[in-house]
């Protein structure tokens, strides 16, 4: 049996292998992972969608025929800058009870521990009632056009899985109070760039025509817009388990309808960034690109934003909104003009109640809750052709931990890799058994 021991080292191990995006190069990984499940006994394939850019699944054959169970996974990660790290970002190291590196926590911990619990359910001879995949993608981070959109078009029985588990919740402690976050649905992505135009020229002799002057205006006017808070029913339910029973100023928590209209409440919302995240669509400048030496006044100039739509907002009337902000002076331009709009995968399920049974098992008698995931995931994919699909990692995160995603010195307990695998250990169990329809 694979141990803590083991996936500690293969964590590491699997860090190493530099598969950052773009530009990919995540052929390397999957024969990583290939070689592990080899090595058990377990049949693999390799499906390349471009040079270097491939994915992976094995399959544990059920009892039954039916849809599969999906564990999902992605192998690349979000670019890293060494000069800004304590560590290197692919070194694997480990420090102070930690490992760190680039896509500890998104999400090649999670990827080594569901490949472990696999890989376990098959050592011990177990026959789940049902087809269990173990699948690991690539370029999820850049939209998933070479991993989960190349390996539906390549295996249409993916399309009719019954169940599929991967990233986009887990347990977060805060001030002492610990609860499940258990994603069945997340934010829309809705990435614009803004571009302008101007006269290029001396910068001595300013002449009211400068593109840098245009992009700053119009972004002042996107960022200063203050986007409504709203509630939904997962987010009512999700902020209804944490926040109820708690005061603020000797009110008792109203509910979040209620809540969104109280001050009091609105300001612990707007200064927590999940809360906040959850609560409204966002927009986040992220690229800023304009001239090229100091005293020449650029003819263009461009700004790029990340912006996340609450469930129930459309691309259409938030893109008239952003436009309307921007003025007449610059262009709007859509990143990816193709994205999907799924709505939420169901909560009162037997695989929301055995997820549940399996944290409390581990956890206690702690509140497990239906979420919001602000960023994108593969799950969208299944999500958007009606197949439930939740977002969950057992390992217990600081706020402080789990804001480090995608920034420097991202990291995981080692304690988290122990509470990570018996996690998932459990919850493939309860997969693998009779008790899932």
């Given at each position: 049996?694979?141990?803590?021991?083991d996936a500690?080292?293969i964590?590491?191990e699997?860090?190493?292998?530099?598969t950052?995006n773009p530009?990919?190069?995540?052929?390397?990984?999957?024969?990583?992972?290939e070689?592990i499940?080899k090595r058990?006994g377990?049949h693999a394939?390799i499906h390349a969608a471009?040079?270097?850019?491939?994915?992976?699944?094995s399959r544990?054959k059920g009892?039954e025929k039916g849809k599969?169970i999906i564990?999902?996974?992605h192998?690349?990660?979000?670019?890293?800058?060494?000069?800004e790290?304590t560590v290197?970002?692919?070194g694997?190291?480990?420090?102070d009870?930690?490992?760190?590196g680039r896509?500890?926590?998104d999400?090649k911990?999670?990827v080594?521990?569901?490949l472990?619990a696999f890989?376990d359910?098959?050592?011990?001879g177990v026959?789940?009632k049902r087809d269990?995949?173990?699948?690991?993608t690539?370029d999820?981070?850049?939209?998933?056009?070479n991993?989960m959109?190349?390996?539906?078009?390549?295996?249409p029985?993916?399309?009719?899985?019954?169940?599929?588990l991967?990233?986009g919740?887990c347990?977060?402690e805060?001030?002492?109070?610990?609860?499940?976050q258990?994603?069945?649905?997340?934010k829309?992505l809705?990435?614009f760039?803004?571009?302008?135009k101007?006269?290029g020229?001396?910068g001595s002799?300013?002449?009211?025509d400068?593109?840098?002057?245009?992009?700053?205006?119009?972004?002042?006017?996107?960022l200063?817009?203050?986007?409504?808070?709203?509630?939904t029913?997962?987010?009512?339910a999700?902020?209804?388990?944490?926040?109820?029973g708690?005061r603020i100023?000797?009110a008792r928590?109203?509910?979040?309808?209620?809540a969104?209209n109280?001050?009091?409440?609105?300001?612990l919302?707007?200064s927590?960034?999940?809360?906040n995240?959850?609560?409204?669509?966002?927009?986040t400048?992220?690229i800023?690109?304009?001239?090229?030496k100091?005293?020449?006044?650029?003819a263009?100039?461009?700004?790029?934003?990340?912006?996340?739509l609450?469930?129930?907002e459309?691309?259409?009337?938030f893109?008239?909104k952003v436009?309307?902000?921007?003025?007449?002076?610059v262009v709007?331009e859509?990143?990816?003009?193709?994205?999907?709009e799924?709505?939420p995968?169901r909560?009162?399920?037997v695989y929301?109640?055995?997820?549940r049974n399996?944290i409390?098992?581990l956890?206690?008698?702690?509140?497990?809750?239906?979420?919001v995931?602000t960023g994108?995931?593969?799950?969208?994919?299944?999500r958007d052709?009606g197949?439930p699909?939740?977002?969950f990692?057992p390992?217990t995160?600081?706020?402080?931990?789990h804001?480090k995603?995608h920034?420097?010195?991202?990291?995981?307990?080692?304690e988290?890799?122990?509470?990570g695998l018996?996690?998932c250990?459990?919850i493939?169990?309860f997969?693998?058994?009779?008790?899932?329809p």
């Open positions: 049996m694979k141990t803590y021991d500690v080292s964590i590491r699997f860090i190493r292998i530099d950052t530009p990919g190069r995540e052929e390397a990984a999957a024969v990583f992972l070689d499940l058990e377990l394939e471009a040079p270097m850019r491939a994915n992976i699944i544990i009892r599969p564990l999902l996974g192998t690349d990660v979000v670019p890293a800058r060494e000069e790290w290197h970002p692919f694997g190291d480990v420090k009870g930690y490992i760190y896509g500890a926590i999400m911990a999670q080594i521990c569901q472990l890989v359910l098959a050592r011990r026959v789940p269990i995949i173990f699948l690991a690539c999820e981070e850049v939209g998933g056009a991993g959109e190349f390996m539906l078009d390549r295996i029985e993916l399309k009719d899985a019954s169940f599929v991967s990233e919740g347990l977060i805060e001030d002492g109070f610990i609860h499940a258990v994603s069945v649905t997340e829309k809705s990435q760039v803004v571009k302008a101007g006269t020229g001396h002799m300013p002449h009211g400068n593109a840098n002057e245009k992009i700053i205006e119009a972004s002042h006017r996107i200063s817009h203050r986007w409504p808070l709203k509630a029913p997962i987010t009512s999700y902020l209804g388990g944490i926040l109820g708690r100023g000797g928590f109203p509910g979040l309808k209620d969104l109280a001050p009091k409440w609105r300001r919302f707007e927590n960034e999940i809360y995240a959850i609560l409204r669509n966002t927009v400048l992220t800023l690109k304009g001239g090229e100091v005293n020449v006044i650029p263009e100039s461009s700004a790029t934003f990340d912006a996340r609450l469930p129930a459309t691309h259409e009337r893109f008239r436009r309307q902000l921007a003025g007449k002076d709007i859509r990143i990816g003009e193709k994205i999907s799924p709505g995968s909560y009162n399920t929301f109640q055995g997820v399996c409390t098992s956890k206690g008698d702690i509140p497990v809750l239906p979420f995931t994108a995931t593969d799950l969208r994919y299944f052709i197949v699909a939740y977002g990692f390992v995160l600081t706020k402080e931990e804001m995603m920034g420097k010195d991202e990291r995981i307990s080692l988290n890799i122990r509470e018996e996690g250990k459990s493939v169990n997969l693998a058994s009779g008790s899932v």
